[in-house]
Each structure stands twice: as structure tokens, then as C-alpha cells.
């Protein structure tokens, strides 16, 4: 019997190309003038020194962290210091109205019931939970935030390690069993079998072939 539902985003409630072409593309423009204006701050230092422990290299300056920044968006590195700086950054995007967090079409709409149904809802992304809230707070179908219980990013550890999805268990305070995470992504629902998780593969273009998770196309595919 499933009690909560665990969700991954890209690739999963939204598409892989509005974050690899808006969101990761928009930090890149913004974080050489993000970084010159905030440098002084402490919240920006503490996510410099972070990267500089991650990485062994000195930044000393914006522009030395910048180029390891547009590196690791290159690379799509979920590494916390970037994302949370990108979430940052994108905070005034979705302020400006240059863009909504784009949600397949059935997302909406299957949250809501499984809501509705008592389950409750969390988001578990590389993104920072401060960028999951902008992201379902500025959503194509407009503010979803009333619907999620909690956010887990890469503070509770990647998302291919079977120990976070312990502590996201322990976390939620449910038997692990009572929870089902869905995600696009092979790797990321092995780690969340071994850790107990009840698991779907979502395969949004039909065409990721073989898994040893159960496989939908759609939300609407899941009954619960
Ligand atoms: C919060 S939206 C941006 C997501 C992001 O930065 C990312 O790297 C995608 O990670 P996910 O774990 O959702 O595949
Ligand atoms: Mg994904």
C-alpha cells in the first residue's frame, strides 16, 4: 500500500529540454554578473569555498569561479554549491516572467488526485530545494507548492546512492516499502529499490527500452 510518492523532475514531471535549454543556459548567462554582484556576500562565499573544497582549485575571484561554474554546467554536474547558486539565479527569472517550469500535461493534474487520495507528496531532485519551490511555485499550471509535503535535493545525498534514499525514508518517517519513487532515470530507481522503494520508470518518449522497474509513458498510467 503506498502512502507517499517520492517524484524526481527532469525527465519525470517535466521535460529534460526546459532545464538542459532554459534553466541551465539562463544560469550561464547570469552567473559572471551574479557573481561580481554578490561576491561579498556570505551566502555566495560559503557556496564558493564549498566549490573550491569540491574541486582543489582556488577561486579567488568571480571569474575564476565562474569558468568552474559554466564548466559544471557543462558537465551537468550535480554539485550542491552549483545548484545552489542556480537556484538563485533563477529566482528572478521566474520573478521576471521570462519563464514558467514546464510540467508534461498529466503532471498536474495526477498530483492533485494522488493528493486527493491522502498520499503525500515529495520532490527529490539535483536541483536545490530552494530551485524545486520556485519550480512548482512558477509552474506552467501556476503554483503547485500547496501540494508537496517536503523537498530533498543533493543534501540528502546523490541521487544514485541507496543510502539517500535512507535518509529520505527516515525523513518522511514511513516503512520504506510505503514509498514510491518515480524517476526517468535507470540508476536512480535501482538505488531506491536496494534502499526498499517501490519504483516506476517513467519513459516520456517511449523509447529508454529495457528496465527492471516497472515502465509508464505517462502519470496517468499510475493507479493507486
Ligand atoms: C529544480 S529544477 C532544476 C533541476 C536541476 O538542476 C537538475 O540538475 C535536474 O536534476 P534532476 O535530479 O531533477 O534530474
Ligand atoms: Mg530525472
Redesign the pocket.
Known amino acids: 500500500m503506498i502512502k507517499a510518492i517520492v517524484t524526481?523532475?527532469?525527465?519525470?514531471t517535466?521535460s529534460?529540454s526546459f532545464?538542459k535549454e532554459v534553466?541551465?543556459p539562463y544560469a550561464a548567462r547570469q552567473f559572471p554578473a551574479f557573481l561580481e554582484t554578490h561576491w561579498d556576500q556570505p551566502e555566495i562565499q560559503s557556496q564558493v569555498r564549498a566549490a573550491e573544497q569540491e574541486s582543489g582549485r582556488s577561486l579567488e575571484s568571480p571569474a575564476s569561479a565562474n569558468a568552474l561554474f559554466q564548466q559544471w554546467i557543462r558537465e551537468?554536474r550535480?554539485a550542491t554549491p552549483l545548484?545552489s547558486l542556480?537556484?538563485m539565479i533563477?529566482k528572478a527569472g521566474y520573478q521576471n516572467g521570462d519563464y514558467t517550469?514546464h510540467l508534461y500535461p498529466d503532471t498536474a493534474a495526477a498530483l492533485q488526485a494522488w493528493k486527493e487520495k491522502g498520499l503525500d507528496l515529495y520532490?527529490?531532485?539535483?536541483?536545490?530545494i530552494a530551485?524545486?519551490k520556485?519550480?512548482f511555485g512558477y509552474s506552467d499550471a501556476g503554483d503547485l507548492t500547496g501540494l508537496l509535503s517536503g523537498y530533498f535535493d543533493t543534501t540528502s545525498g546523490h541521487?544514485q546512492d541507496a543510502g539517500s534514499y535512507r535518509t529520505i525514508q527516515q525523513a518522511i518517517d514511513l516503512p520504506a516499502e510505503q514509498l514510491l519513487f518515480l524517476?526517468?532515470?535507470e540508476a536512480?530507481l535501482d538505488a531506491a529499490a536496494d534502499a526498499g522503494f517501490q519504483t516506476i520508470r517513467l519513459d516520456r518518449e517511449g523509447s529508454q527500452g529495457e528496465s527492471r522497474h516497472r515502465v509508464v509513458t505517462s502519470f496517468d498510467e499510475i493507479a493507486l
Open positions: 524526481d523532475i527532469e525527465g519525470t517535466s529534460i532545464v534553466l541551465f551537468d550535480k545548484k542556480q537556484g533563477w517550469a520532490v527529490y531532485s539535483s536541483g536545490s530551485a524545486q520556485l519550480f541521487k524517476s526517468d532515470v536512480e
